[in-house]
């Protein structure tokens, strides 16, 4: 693409696939009812990289919205705010910035930051069986999300003529 601020969002955006992915597979193979070391590292490792793929999806918007001249949102409800506001078009002084995430993305989004909530302030009553809705909103967005994000670059940075990536 035309400008070099991508790479770290295509960085940010690979990583956060990879974590869904695999946190698919760990909650594919189970394990979890165990009472022993095992179950507890099934457990954790499944909340970990859940948590690991949401927060490299956030540093990717936080560095979208950088390259964009916009603040990212602050305070208690940041991490809500931060999900609707790439969900939503964004009126700037002399523009209007579309969505960076379509709606069903942006769902799924929300369901990743909700499972993200709940293993940060509750991971003694981590409930695996209760994981299904995010888990799958997971094996979505490890597919959906490298379209999603370049399909919005297209929009607002588009390729240079001649660029490779235009061909």
């Not at 955006?13 to 974590?19: P, V």
């Not at 189970?30 to 859940?50: I, N, P, V, W």
């Not at 994000?149 to 588009?158: E, W």
Request: aromatic fraction near 6%; glycine fraction near 6%; charged fraction near 30%.
């Amino acid at each position: 693409m035309t400008d070099t601020r991508w790479i770290e969002v295509d960085d940010d955006i690979s990583a956060a696939c990879g974590h869904y992915g695999k946190a698919a597979a760990l909650f594919d193979r189970g394990g979890f009812e165990e009472e022993t070391l095992d179950g507890y590292r099934a457990k954790m490792a499944l909340m970990h990289s859940m948590q690991s793929a949401h927060t490299s999806l956030e540093a990717a918007f936080k560095r979208i919205l950088e390259i964009l001249g916009e603040e990212a949102p602050g305070g208690e409800q940041s991490h809500r705010d931060l999900v609707k506001r790439v969900a939503r078009p964004v009126t700037i002084p002399g523009r209007v910035r579309p969505a960076i995430l379509p709606a069903d993305v942006a769902r799924d989004v929300d369901e990743s930051r909700r499972f993200r909530h709940r293993a940060t302030h509750d991971y003694d009553n981590f409930e695996p069986a209760l994981a299904g809705p995010s888990i799958e909103a997971a094996r979505r967005l490890a597919t959906t999300l490298p379209a999603a994000i370049a399909s919005f670059r297209d929009v607002v940075d588009p390729p240079a003529p001649g660029d490779p990536q235009q061909d």
